[in-house]
């Protein structure tokens, strides 16, 4: 009785395979398009040079997406944005990089614009905003790149930790309102009256608290508009107030125009004797 399968049929086949395999194409090593920048603080050049201007800037952890390379100059676009630009190669990493954050721990914190107390401040961080740390100097201060807007600026290393608050929860119940206790009542974009006006409100109008600096400046949303803003103690209270009544007009009576004096007649001069 014959075999199906010979061994003379089974070699053929095995030097087929091989040779198919040995004619396969090397499998194609793909490289990543995603990269993480390394460094603190990076600049996007508009071309592949150190002589090229600046269009932009790039901190680490930063994820960009390589789109062209030229030599050791990647061009690449910041990931989820439109920022594209040039930089060189050794600054990116194939792989996540861990960036040094903190988080606000004081319940309002002023990011100034440089280190100093003296220093203007461009808006107020809350309890719990994380910042990541660009530098710092021997005065205690570190310049910080703000993770929700991305604003650059000073504040005290006292005032922020490397561990996240705990999160305090609230129930509905203890929303805080106010109601504007003006005329007139200004929200503004900073606590102070020399900032921009969001929006102008009349009296008895109901308001959200949202934070509080100091003891003088209540943030506060509008929820009939959706506006935010900053708002002055001094013109809120806690519930409506009574509006004051118009006062009347006080009736001026006119003098009567004094009556005009007699006029005297004046006797002529007698001649000087000579």
């Known amino acids: 009785m014959q075999r199906p399968w010979s061994r003379s049929g089974i070699i053929p086949l095995f030097l087929i395979a091989l040779i198919a395999a040995s004619c396969a194409p090397p499998p194609v090593e793909t490289k990543p398009t995603v990269y993480y920048v390394t460094p603190v603080i990076t600049y996007l050049k508009d071309c592949p040079g150190y002589d090229c201007k600046v269009v932009g800037q790039l901190y680490r952890a930063d994820r960009v997406e390589q789109l062209e390379v030229q030599g050791n100059w990647w061009r690449v676009r910041l990931d989820k944005g439109t920022l594209a630009g040039w930089l060189q190669a050794e600054l990116l990493s194939p792989t996540p990089v861990e960036a040094p954050y903190f988080y606000v721990a004081a319940d309002s914190l002023e990011l100034r614009e440089c280190p100093s107390p003296d220093c203007p401040f461009r808006k107020i961080l809350l309890k719990g905003d994380r910042v990541q740390r660009i530098a710092e100097n021997d005065q205690g201060w570190l310049r910080v790149l703000v993770e929700k807007d991305a604003s650059l600026g000073w504040v005290l290393a006292a005032q922020v930790s490397d561990q996240a608050p705990k999160p305090e929860a609230k129930p509905a119940a203890e929303t805080e309102y106010f109601y504007?206790?003006?005329?007139?009542?200004?929200?503004?974009?900073?606590?102070?009256?020399?900032?921009?006006?969001?929006?102008?409100?009349?009296?008895?109008?109901?308001?959200?608290?949202?934070?509080?600096?100091?003891?003088?400046?209540?943030?506060?949303?509008?929820?009939?508009?959706?506006?935010?803003?900053?708002?002055?103690?001094?013109?809120?209270?806690?519930?409506?107030?009574?509006?004051?009544?118009?006062k009347p007009k006080k009736k001026f009576r006119r003098k009567p125009a004094a009556k005009p004096l007699p006029q005297v007649e004046e006797a002529p001069l007698e001649p000087e004797a000579m």
Do not use: I
């Open 180 to 246: 504007t206790a003006a005329a007139t009542v200004n929200l503004y974009s900073l606590p102070l009256f020399s900032s921009k006006v969001v929006k102008s409100l009349p009296l008895n109008e109901k308001l959200e608290k949202l934070a509080q600096h100091g003891r003088d400046w209540f943030k506060v949303r509008h929820p009939a508009s959706g506006a935010e803003g900053w708002a002055a103690a001094k013109d809120l209270k806690t519930s409506p107030v009574a509006a004051e009544p118009l």
